[in-house]
């Protein structure tokens, strides 16, 4: 006899009474659970998942896009608008089809051939700045154009191996998803820890790798100081420092130079540690948020429930010494904000800004439910911050009123009241393979072999603890700069697949093999998207030639990541010529 699905679900609820309860749950579950098949498996529908994923349909093979959440684009969608983009001439393929596509919705064309144009910054923004609701539309688009089967709620629970393979994955819900190659695209490494691959949550120290920029640091550029000069009007000193990176030498303590009053809150009792040792720890964590000046598009920006001005008095003690040195504050030494299109902004963080050292470190191990509960905090303290900056009246009256000008747009993250749906998570897990890039791949001194792209953006690690040193608050782990004026190098493409021994038909494209000082670099979203869509292409000749994701012929696969427009050569002037 032939049940509808509702009939199916009433009789099991009534078979129920006599069946054992875990038999039952087991039973029921096993019978609604759904079962995907793919020739490949993409885990994260982030920028590079979405990259993957139309990468390996544009190559003939089927594909399963999984994303934990509902909306693809992780961070390119989620609030990071104002793109870290490094050389444009160093981003290729489905990258740069995808701003270009995204930017034409403007009216706006990018010059590719041309290097970026600094106004005495990093190579942020500009062209490349762009409202969310728009590159989601575009990620949306995309998939749905080359036919990707779109998975959301998709929340990893299992992986099954069969021996040095992956044979399917298993949500949450239950559902099963059966594919011959795996690709993790998540930005925490999560179907590769589940997988049983190499990781590390450490800042490996210098000595590991030879590095000079790994471990705990206390770079001299952001040592609390008692004098800082005057910004010009892009709100930067003569040495690039921004107003948002201020780092005065300021008391910790609850009652100013008491110890036995204990620490402020947003301040940690940590061990200093010597400068370049281990130390566990991930950068700090924020939300990008997009607000706007638009009254009619505008929703309030609310404190939450639990708001208490006395959490950020070590904000009020930095105001004072910002005062003290003369400065003029408006919004700019709160946050760093790039104009957007339609009166919107790209509000990222500052010395006491979005970010919330030392929050973000469990993260990369945390469950599902425990992130979330991770990301609250993340966005309490910022509305309560926000709060502070627009009413508190130790306040300069000019902050306050820059403040109370913005409002979350209407028309941005509908389904959150207009704050990102996404948490930007600069780290996370790194796997541990064969190849490890390194600084000195970064700064030039060696060179990756097997380049699958390039990799152009500055050293850029954000706090990892706000802490007491020397009887003052220091930004510990904070580093910002260049890497030795070297141009774009190369990322080898052992770099994105575990060791043989550990699994055979998986790619990881922004958890990739690196240490911590050179992530600091790969990890921006345009690399993200060019390392994915290589895995991808890597992953389709694997199964073509039925070789494991270790043993894809290099040459071949250069050819067809030429063929696709990728850029995975660069030619230095220093080594005899120029791109």
């Known amino acids: 006899m032939h049940l509808d699905q509702q009939s199916q679900r009433s009789l099991f609820v009534f078979k129920g009474h006599i069946m054992k309860p875990i038999l039952f749950l087991l039973f029921a579950s096993s019978a609604f659970a759904a079962v995907h098949e793919a020739d490949v498996c993409v885990f994260g529908g982030t920028s590079g998942g979405v990259s993957a994923a139309v990468q390996?349909?544009?190559?003939?093979?089927?594909?399963?896009?999984?994303?934990?959440?509902?909306?693809?684009?992780?961070?390119?969608?989620?609030?990071l608008s104002a793109v870290d983009i490094g050389d444009p001439r160093s981003v290729g393929g489905i990258a740069r089809e995808y701003f270009t596509r995204l930017v034409a919705a403007y009216g706006k064309k990018l010059e590719w051939d041309q290097p970026f144009k600094s106004t005495g910054g990093p190579a942020t923004g500009g062209a490349y700045a762009i409202e969310p609701h728009q590159a989601e539309r575009v990620f949306d688009e995309m998939v749905k154009e080359a036919g990707v089967r779109v998975l959301r709620d998709a929340r990893l629970a299992g992986v099954t191996h069969h021996a040095s393979r992956i044979t399917s994955i298993t949500l949450e819900n239950g559902d099963v998803i059966r594919a011959k190659?795996?690709?993790?695209?998540?930005?925490e490494g999560d179907l590769m820890a589940k997988a049983g691959v190499s990781f590390t949550l450490m800042r490996e120290g210098n000595a590991k790798y030879g590095e000079t920029l790994n471990g705990i640091q206390y770079d001299e550029r952001f040592k609390p100081r008692s004098e800082f000069a005057q910004p010009g009007s892009n709100g930067r000193l003569k040495n690039g420092l921004g107003v948002w990176d201020r780092d005065f030498p300021l008391d910790p303590y609850v009652v100013i130079g008491c110890k036995d009053s204990g620490v402020l809150p947003l301040v940690e009792l940590d061990e200093v540690g010597k400068p370049g040792d281990p130390a566990p720890g991930v950068q700090a964590y924020c939300y990008r948020l997009c607000l706007t000046t638009n009254k009619a598009n505008s929703l309030p920006i609310t404190p939450p429930a639990d708001y208490d001005p006395k959490t950020y008095e070590i904000v009020a003690r930095f105001i004072e010494a910002c005062l003290q040195n003369g400065d003029d504050m408006d919004l700019r030494w709160f946050s760093k904000h790039d104009p957007l299109p339609n009166d919107k902004?790209?509000?990222n963080t500052a010395t006491f800004g979005g970010n919330l050292p030392g929050a973000s470190h469990a993260w990369p191990a945390a469950s599902y439910a425990e992130r979330e509960k991770i990301a609250k905090k993340h966005e309490n303290y910022h509305r309560g911050l926000l709060q502070f900056l627009a009413t508190d009246p130790r306040v300069p009256k000019k902050v306050r009123e820059d403040m109370q000008r913005f409002g979350l747009p209407k028309d941005e993250f509908q389904d959150t009241g207009g704050w990102p749906h996404q948490l930007y998570i600069r780290e996370a897990r790194r796997m541990v393979s064969d190849l490890v890039l390194t600084e000195h791949h970064t700064f030039g001194k060696t060179t990756a072999p097997k380049s699958i792209g390039l990799g152009s953006y500055g050293t850029d690690v954000h706090e990892i603890r706000r802490i007491v040193k020397d009887g003052v608050v220091i930004r510990e782990g904070k580093l910002a700069g260049g890497r030795g004026g070297f141009g774009p190098y190369q990322i080898g493409y052992d770099a994105i697949v575990p060791k043989k021994s550990e699994c055979t038909n998986l790619l990881v494209t922004f958890a990739l093999s690196a240490s911590h000082t050179a992530f600091a670099s790969i990890r921006m979203e345009p690399v993200f998207m060019i390392t994915s869509q290589s895995a991808a292409t890597a992953a389709v000749m694997a199964l073509q030639d039925k070789k494991a994701a270790q043993e894809v012929d290099y040459e071949k696969l250069k050819a067809r990541l030429m063929k696709d427009g990728q850029v995975v050569e660069w030619q230095h002037k220093e080594r005899g010529g120029a791109h």
């Open 56 to 79: 390996v349909a544009r190559m003939g093979k089927t594909v399963v896009l999984a994303e934990p959440g509902r909306h693809l684009g992780g961070m390119t969608s989620g609030g």
């Open 181 to 187: 190659m795996f690709i993790d695209t998540t930005y």
């Open 345 to 347: 902004w790209d509000f």
